[in-house]
């Protein structure tokens, strides 16, 4: 987290940018960590000291990945909604005919929307889940397996930005409540943004689906959890064109990003949990004693 606090400080000083009213992340992360704290060296409650742990760890990563994300859409860079746009095509997606069927089914449009809108809970709710749980190797798996997908989802962000097709067809912009923001960031208008009101503004690739990908694999194995999770998942992953404003593409794209992630994040945790070899017999016999000289 120290890392990616200098990397904000410095990339928001270079850029003019600045973000304020910090206060709510700060408390909220500040809190849980005490939390943590006594709840570990009391000896009182592992499961409420890892609650309180990776609950702060969330937030503050959140937070400090939100104002990345802004400082990595900030310029002019050419806008890649035509190749994604011309991809969807290819892949037989027609997101204009999605959002009129959307449109003419309301009720099933309201359960998409609350799919969508689940993520921020599902997110908490698996971390007090894994901790009642009594599975820390859970926790700390989701949390790494987020993280590298929320840095490698920046940085594709940043080398391939786009608005959207809720800008490019200009169709449903009443829930594009990203464009404004991206839009002050790409013209260099707006300078100062408040982090209680930074809008999640990647489209390619699609983080709700590296999430609706990732949360049901925290859960796996668990019961339960694991087949409610499962279900409210794939209403997500429905919901993201609509009411996420992302290409299929994009999601194909967070697809291989939440696999990339795991598959990191595993390899690393294997090898530092692998034992350590012992020492062969040739190095742990003990030399022979020189032969006493007369």
Not at 96 to 101: L, V
Not at 183 to 202: C, D, E, K, N, V
Not at 230 to 254: E, F
Request: aromatic content about 10%; some cysteine.
């Amino acid at each position: 987290m120290l890392s990616i606090l200098i990397v904000d400080f410095a990339w928001a000083r270079g850029s003019g940018l600045t973000f304020t009213d910090p206060g709510l992340p700060l408390l909220g992360t500040s809190g849980l960590l005490l939390l943590a704290v006594v709840y570990r060296h009391s000896g009182r409650s592992k499961r409420l000291s890892d609650m309180g742990y990776y609950g702060a760890l969330f937030i503050a990563c959140g937070a400090l990945m939100s104002i990345m994300t802004y400082l990595a859409a900030s310029g002019e860079r050419e806008l890649y909604d035509p190749a994604l746009s011309e991809f969807d095509r290819l892949l037989g997606f027609d997101w204009q005919r999605w959002a009129a069927f959307l449109r003419a089914r309301p009720l099933f449009d309201t359960l998409l929307a609350c799919a969508y809108a689940s993520l921020l809970p599902q997110i908490l709710l698996t971390v007090l889940l894994l901790a009642h749980a009594g599975r820390e190797d859970r926790n700390k798996e989701f949390f790494w397996t987020v993280l590298v997908a929320l840095l490698a989802t920046t940085a594709v962000f940043m080398l391939f930005p786009a608005a959207g097709p809720f800008a490019y067809y200009e169709l449903e912009l009443d829930r594009a409540v990203h464009l404004k923001d991206l839009a002050g960031l790409r013209a260099g208008g707006i300078h100062t943004y408040s982090m209680q009101q930074l809008q999640g503004i990647i489209a390619f690739p699609s983080f709700h689906t590296v999430l609706a990908v990732l949360i049901p694999y925290a859960h796996r194995g668990l019961r339960p959890a694991f087949l409610p999770c499962l279900v409210v998942n794939a209403l997500m992953l429905v919901s993201t064109p609509s009411h996420g404003g992302h290409y299929l593409v994009d999601m194909l794209g967070g697809v291989a990003t939440a696999a990339g992630s795991i598959a990191l994040v595993r390899h690393v945790m294997r090898v530092r949990s692998a034992p350590t070899p012992a020492p062969s017999a040739l190095h742990t016999t003990a030399a022979p004693s020189p032969a006493p000289q007369r």
